[in-house]
């Protein structure tokens, strides 16, 4: 009995084995960026972190943390298009700097110790030079912080992402003992000081790249609000990192309340730790207004109303105090400038949700 002839091979049964890093994904890519790192997480440890890097999930341990009734609480955030810039310019150094404030500010505020953060990295092909940097500036934003890097996820992606394009996330973790919940008991008479920003932090980029472009100038060029810098460099100062500043007058009894001044700016981010029938009154003379924020009002003809609302304009963040004196002192001893630039008043009505008024604008476009 003859057997029936076979069919002529296709070009499938003959070409090579299709192969993941054919398809765009190189899982040894992944897998070398994970020693890199590891150094530099390892240097975030910190009481209660268990295990390393490589595993499913991250353990800790809130006892050994030095807490007997704690409350976690939770933050996730980005970079935001700030990102764009660091691709567009190759400055990759701080944007991890960035990630972990956006998070660990926001942590503080509600009065809670940060205990470990998490990052996601997403790319459509993985240059290690690049993430390397990126992930040492986390690891070192948490460990200015005092924030353990437990661990993080690398994704790999090919067709979501342009070339040289990625994505960060950034998630963390706090922890504050039940009875010391921010924000307490706020209340009109109340003193409002602000600690300084670095310039422009993670938000309303979107809005600077766009006065970029109406300006002509490359990232490249010289700064012409900042002497030495390029005009990249200047706008890529990382988010200052409040956590150390904060938790001390928390612990020392000095806070009440406290706002990160991200997205939304004073108007958007200070009502939202008063209590109703509360009217913060902000003095806008009361700060120096840092020059490129001046600069994008100047060039891309932005009013004032428009700046405050969707930059810091110079106050990353917020305290709301009832010992001014002894809470000013504490932070000078700290060498961290501030400045008073307002009080808590009596609202409209009681039940009247808290609003914000400002006594005299910055002065944002001289």
């Not at 899982?27 to 975030?44: F, N, Q, S, Y």
């Not at 661990?151 to 998630?171: I, N, Q, R, S």
Request: glycine share 14%; net charge negative; charged share 15%.
């Amino acid at each position: 009995m003859t057997s029936a002839p076979r069919p002529p091979a296709s070009p499938a049964d003959t070409a090579p084995g299709a192969t993941y890093r054919d398809a765009g994904v190189d899982i040894a890519a992944g897998d070398a960026l994970v020693e890199v790192i590891k150094p530099a997480a390892r240097a975030t440890d910190r009481p209660g972190t268990m295990g390393g890097l490589g595993g499913f999930g991250a353990l800790f341990d809130l006892k050994a943390a030095g807490f007997s009734d704690p409350i976690l609480v939770s933050c996730t955030d980005g970079v935001g298009t700030k990102l764009m810039i660091a691709i567009e310019s190759g400055l990759h150094e701080t944007v991890g700097i960035d990630l972990v404030a956006m998070c660990v500010n926001d942590l503080v505020v509600q009065g809670a110790t940060p205990l470990f953060f998490l990052d996601y990295f997403a790319t459509g092909r993985l240059s290690i030079d690049d993430a390397a940097k990126v992930v040492r500036g986390i690891a070192k934003g948490c460990a200015d912080s005092g924030c353990a890097l437990v661990g993080g996820e690398t994704a790999e992606m090919p067709g979501m992402y342009a070339p040289g394009h990625y994505d960060l996330a950034g998630f963390s973790v706090g922890a504050a003992e039940r009875t010391a919940l921010l924000p307490g008991s706020i209340q009109p008479g109340d003193t409002l000081i602000g600690l300084p920003s670095a310039g422009v932090h993670s938000n309303g980029f979107s809005l600077v790249r766009n006065i970029v472009t109406r300006s002509g100038l490359a990232w490249d060029a010289p700064c012409p609000f900042a002497d030495g810098q390029t005009l990249g460099e200047a706008l890529m100062m990382p988010t200052t990192l409040y956590v150390h500043q904060v938790l001390d007058l928390h612990h020392a009894g000095l806070l009440v309340g406290a706002a990160h001044i991200t997205g939304g700016g004073l108007p958007g981010n200070l009502p939202r730790v008063l209590p109703k029938g509360t009217r913060a009154v902000i003095d806008g003379s009361a700060w120096p207004i840092p020059p490129v924020f001046q600069w994008l009002a100047s060039t891309g003809n932005v009013t004032t109303e428009e700046m405050l609302r969707v930059f810091n304009c110079g106050i990353g963040m917020v305290l709301v105090v009832r010992d001014s004196a002894a809470a000013l002192a504490r932070l000078a001893e700290r060498g961290q400038q501030a400045f008073v630039i307002g009080s808590i008043a009596q609202g409209e009505t009681p039940d009247a949700p808290a609003t914000l008024a400002f006594d005299s604008l910055p002065g944002l476009r001289d």
